[in-house]
């Protein structure tokens, strides 16, 4: 199994000081099974599709490498919300047409919807909280911005309010060098932890046979179907769904080779914050926010009163690597919030999202491998579009055209990067000009 990043990035370690919990009461699989879907992947695409599956009466089996949610679905900031795309309306519109890029943002409302059904229906507890979401001008000119990200909001029916610099304060929305916020009122925040295990145990109690430990090492076309090995056994299956997203493997299968680009993204977690310090700081609010930089900082207020601050960065992983990026995350961190500068935050780690070449998530087939689909890209915004994509790909492998929308912004499978193994130093130069551009 060949992968992209050091050793570090596939570690206990890198999450070792997570703030979220898992759930690590699930078997291995110790003998050779037979099924009709195998799932490869237990974040919240691989547990939706099972999900799904096994809803629709679907022999299915997933098989994950660690416990389910380990990686990027139980290490998150608990966005769930707009999102899944790097490329903008505009980009979209030329690229599929309007009615498609309309239809995308549609999608991205269901995602919404869908998780929301998911955790009423499973009874999920969640820790749910937050009318949508904040976004907070990091320059005067994101002001005038907003003037037309909230006219075209209206357009597509989703509400949203500009917030003045001088309002900030009441709406406890202060942030050192911000100038103003546009409310989106759409979406909400969760414990992605929490929301992770109640997906596999709904899985599950549907029917999925789950398996922790199981890392799939080999994936080989066997008569009608496919045989996967891993450590301790092997399964059979007819048809296949890799849900491995920023933690895929070059060489499973060979198909994905270069067309992933894993990026780092930061979160530190701060103590409780008293009711005091939060009024010192004007950060009062329960809103999930983030900052309109390209190079985007998150944070919320949990609802226990801790406060949680990520970042994306970071193209190597390793001991001094994270060390180095949690002092950068917490320099920031005091910066924005220097009321709160000398507030402990026990808690810090990294996870790997993961970017397509054409900047869109994609959901489809495998080119090559006949009855084997994926569903992976979701570009730092997976809570939602992840468990849709889920969904939308467990009809795929039935053979069934889904009911959900599903846009050609979609469907257009993953091209390669360029570079091979070294294409990390795109994502180095990526980052110098997105820097410089912030900075403008």
């Not at 060949?2 to 999450?15: C, G, K, Q, V």
Request: aromatic share 8%; hydrophobic share 45%; glycine share 10%.
């Amino acid at each position: 199994m060949r992968r992209l990043y050091e050793p570090f990035a596939y570690s206990d370690a890198a999450r070792a000081d997570c703030a979220w919990g898992l759930d690590r009461d699930w078997p291995a699989l110790n003998a050779d099974r037979a099924t009709e879907v195998a799932v490869i992947g237990g974040g919240y695409t691989g547990l939706s599709a099972a999900l799904h599956l096994a809803g629709a009466g679907v022999d299915v089996t997933l098989l994950e490498a660690q416990v389910p949610g380990w990686g990027a679905s139980g290490r998150n900031g608990g966005f769930c919300c707009l999102g899944g795309a790097m490329a903008g309306d505009a980009t979209l519109a030329r690229r599929f047409g309007r009615d498609q890029a309309d239809l995308w943002v549609t999608a991205q409302r269901d995602a919404i919807d869908l998780v929301a059904e998911l955790i009423e229906t499973y009874e999920i507890d969640a820790d749910r909280h937050s009318d949508g979401e904040a976004v907070l001008a990091h320059r005067p000119r994101v002001m005038r911005e907003f003037k037309a990200e909230h006219a075209h909001l209206l357009r597509l029916g989703i509400a949203s309010e500009i917030i003045p610099r001088t309002a900030l304060a009441a709406h406890g929305l202060v942030a050192a060098g911000t100038f103003g916020a546009l409310h989106i009122k759409a979406g909400f925040a969760l414990d992605p932890g929490k929301y992770a295990a109640g997906l596999a145990r709904a899985a599950k109690a549907a029917g999925a046979a789950i398996f922790a430990h199981s890392p799939v090492e080999a994936i080989r076309l066997e008569g009608p179907g496919f045989r996967l090995t891993t450590p301790r056994s092997t399964v059979t299956a007819r048809r296949i769904i890799l849900a491995t997203n920023g933690y895929s493997a070059e060489d499973l299968p060979d198909w994905l080779r270069s067309r992933t680009m894993p990026l780092q993204s930061n979160i530190l977690v701060t103590r409780k914050l008293t009711g005091d310090e939060r009024a010192a700081q004007g950060w009062t609010s329960s809103l999930m926010a983030y900052d309109s930089r390209s190079l985007l900082h998150y944070f919320r207020l949990l609802p226990d009163g801790r406060f949680l601050f990520g970042m994306r960065g970071g193209t190597r992983a390793g001991a001094a690597r994270d060390a180095a990026m949690r002092s950068k995350v917490r320099a920031d961190f005091d910066a924005m919030f220097p009321a709160w500068a000398g507030v402990e935050a026990p808690h810090f780690w990294s996870g790997l999202l993961n970017l397509s070449r054409g900047q869109t998530p994609y959901v489809g087939p495998i080119p090559g491998l006949p009855g084997a689909f994926t569903a992976m890209a979701y570009h730092g915004n997976g809570v939602a579009m992840a468990s849709y994509s889920g969904a939308l790909v467990a009809d795929l492998a039935q053979g069934k055209t889904p009911q959900r929308p599903f846009p050609t912004v979609m469907q257009s499978p993953l091209g390669r990067f360029p570079l091979g193994r070294l294409r990390r130093v795109l994502l180095d130069a990526g980052a110098r000009a997105l820097a410089l551009r912030d900075a403008l």
